[in-house]
């Protein structure tokens, strides 16, 4: 069955620093993966998604994520963070037919100290 | 484009009541698909559907109905709520290619007494 481990609950980073946000996942053929940020009462925003090809894919708010089949992992990056980047994370994987529908991890919250 | 709408906003239940909460898009998106939000859960797949008259169950389907009679509403029943289902329920469509983009709903947050 397929699944998404985000290994992390909770991350706090000093604004300006670099982040790194872990995703791991557990699929049988090639996955579809995303990552999705929410805002404390907000609904979901796609940062990025994977389908094939190059394995560093750039999203929006300056983020990327680099696919490792090897390590079935799909981690999230910024080589800066903003204050205004502290929200929950979470990664995804698609799953069904098509990719109907998603499987998600439980989510990073990310903190943002001054 | 209105997107995917989902009414209401807010809803508080006691016990054993039912309720239909309303999932509509105006994309003509065959795939659909309800989620719920519970803290530290992060979001879990309840019912979802490929096309009209066409449903299948998620990860979490008891106690959640949903039927499918045209392409743009799917709607999710409650049945007989109990506290358990209080959460955040977000619907979600996308197209059917694989590497179409899933729109998500603004969200209706349940609370059940």
């Known amino acids: 069955a397929q699944s998404v481990t985000q290994p992390d609950i909770h991350i706090t980073v000093s604004e300006g620093a670099s982040l790194e946000l872990r995703c791991n996942y557990s699929?049988?053929?090639?996955?579809?993966l995303f990552w999705y940020v929410q805002s404390p009462g907000q609904g979901l925003q796609l940062l990025l998604k994977y389908f094939s090809g190059d394995t560093l894919v750039q999203g929006i708010k300056g983020f990327e994520a680099e696919f490792k089949r090897s390590q079935s992992s799909f981690n999230l990056r910024k080589p800066s963070v903003h204050w205004s980047d502290a929200a929950e994370y979470f990664c995804a994987v698609g799953a069904g037919q098509a990719g109907t529908a998603l499987i998600f991890g439980k989510g990073t919250t990310l903190s943002v100290s001054s | 484009n209105a997107g995917v709408t989902q009414t209401p906003k807010f809803q508080v239940l006691k016990t054993g009541q039912s309720m239909t909460l309303q999932c509509a898009q105006d994309?003509?998106?065959?795939?659909m698909s309800w989620y719920r939000q519970d803290p530290g859960m992060g979001l879990r797949l309840i019912h979802y559907?490929?096309?009209?008259?066409?449903?299948d169950q998620g990860e979490v389907p008891n106690g959640y109905n949903v039927s499918r009679s045209t392409t743009e509403d799917f709607p999710l029943r409650l049945l007989s709520a109990a506290p358990s289902q209080t959460s955040v329920y977000f619907c979600a469509s996308k197209a059917e290619g694989r590497s179409d983009t899933q729109y998500f709903g603004p969200g209706t947050r349940l609370t059940v007494l």
């Open positions: 559907s490929v096309g009209a008259g066409i449903t």
């Open positions: 699929y049988g053929a090639t996955p579809y």
């Open positions: 994309m003509n998106h065959e795939y």
